[in-house]
T-cell receptor, first 116, second 111 residues
């Protein structure tokens, strides 16, 4: 079947605007993760969903960042009042479940966000 | 969070084996060792994982030290397509499976 998809692939916005990033996980995967990767850096964990609940939001950098998941499927990451330091590639991943420590995660291609 | 330590970069020649080391001295008994790699301009992809015993799959082998404080990812015959950043990650048993990425090892492969 299809892998993890993300949209848009690229987003350019002006400082202060809100943006929404979308993730469509692999069908049947109950766990969904958002990560951020700044230029030349490793990935930073943002948030984890198990089903539609988010038991771990510890990586969200500020209250400008929020995420939701519906129907145990699509997830949206929203960044309000964007700042230049929000510029990064935002990656989504899904796995069969998050309640096991051996399930592999499948990553999407990412959304490159540029804040001018 | 449990941490891993890897060399920043390594070089290999095409068709030769590559051994990528990782230290994880603070690993706990229920942490799985995962390896992912990230090719240029792509999201990471899973390579292999293990708990205590050595593991083999079609991509690579994982050798885990007896005390589990270190591991080595082995690519048996490097190809140009294996040039990537390789991340060694401890996947924590009780934290929903989130991956804590370090800086990884950037592997370059020379023809």
């Amino acid at each position: 079947g299809a892998g993890v998809s993300q949209s848009p692939s690229n987003k350019v916005t002006e400082k202060g605007k809100d943006v929404e990033l979308r993730c469509d996980p692999i069908s049947g995967h109950t766990a969904l993760y958002w990560y951020r990767q700044r230029l030349g850096q490793g990935l930073e964990f943002l948030i984890y969903f198990q089903g539609n609940s988010a038991p771990d939001k510890s990586g969200l950098p500020s209250d400008r960042f929020s995420a939701e998941r519906t129907g145990e499927s699509v997830s949206t990451l929203t960044i309000q009042r964007t700042q230049q330091e929000d510029s990064a590639v935002y990656l989504c991943a899904s796995s069969v479940t998050g309640t096991s420590s051996y399930n592999e995660q499948f990553f999407g291609p990412g959304t490159r966000l540029t804040v001018l | 969070d449990a941490k891993t330590t890897q060399p920043n970069s390594m070089e290999s020649n095409e068709e030769e084996p590559v051994h990528l080391p990782c230290n994880h001295s603070t690993i706990s008994g229920t942490d799985y060792i995962h390896w992912y790699r990230q090719l240029p301009s792509q999201g990471p992809e899973y390579v292999i994982h293990g708990l205590t015993s050595n593991v083999n799959n079609r991509m690579a082998s994982l050798a885990i030290a007896e005390d589990r404080k270190s591991s080595t990812l082995i690519l048996h015959r490097a190809t140009l397509r294996d040039a990537a950043v390789y991340y060694c990650i401890l996947r924590l048993y009780n934290q929903g499976g989130k991956l804590i990425f370090g800086q990884g090892t950037e592997l370059s492969v020379k023809p």
